[in-house]
């Protein structure tokens, strides 16, 4: 397995990783988003690739913030292709993501999960994060969600 930047020629694999966690969207759509986050230097997306097979992503996220001198780090998402789970795939690209964020002066790494995924919290637990609760969040703007026709 390699884990290496992320390229728009992935953005049908990494979509179709999206479309696993719940956030449905077009093609398109995910290639534009690609776009803005590759030309950000403070953001950073990497693809876990298995046999010519884009397996899996982790996006992340330099953040300053005024009450800290250093950077934090965010991770924003991460999936792995559920056929491939066991593979300890999620915990290298991870790693990969920890050794980067180190590199960006990041002091710490937050990540945040959907209550319902139990597997994944037990995931992040074991590598050493703790939960911190509580977080509070406001939708600024309703999506529509339109069914593929």
Same mark, same amino acid.
């Given at each position: 397995?390699?884990?290496?930047? &992320? ?8 979509? %179709?990783?999206? +479309? ?5 969207? *077009?093609?398109?759509?995910? *290639? ?5 986050? @590759? ?9 876990? *690739? ?11 996220? $330099?953040?300053?913030?005024? +009450? ?9 998402? @991460? ?11 999620? #915990? !290298?690209?991870?790693? +990969? %993501?920890?050794?980067?964020? #180190? #590199? !960006? ?13 139990? *597997? ?11 939960? $911190?609760?509580?977080?509070?969040? #406001? ?7 339109? &069914? &593929?026709?």
């Amino acid at each position: 397995m390699i884990i290496r930047p &992320a390229t728009l020629e992935d953005a049908e694999r990494i979509n %179709a990783l999206c +479309h696993t966690l719940g956030y449905p969207s *077009e093609l398109e759509d995910t *290639e534009l988003r690609l776009e803005k986050i @590759m030309k950000q230097s403070r953001d950073a997306l990497f693809v876990a *690739e298995l046999c010519d097979m884009v397996v899996g992503y982790i996006a992340l996220h $330099t953040v300053d913030v005024v +009450h800290d001198d250093m950077p934090w780090g965010r991770i924003s998402s @991460m999936v792995i292709d559920e056929n491939f789970r066991d593979m300890s795939i999620g #915990k !290298q690209l991870l790693e +990969h %993501a920890e050794t980067y964020l #180190k #590199k !960006q002066n990041c002091h710490r790494i937050e990540v945040t999960s959907h209550i319902s995924r139990e *597997e994944a919290h037990g995931f992040y637990l074991h590598l050493g994060y703790r939960i $911190t609760p509580l977080r509070f969040i #406001k939708l600024l703007a309703q999506r529509v969600l339109v &069914a &593929a026709g």
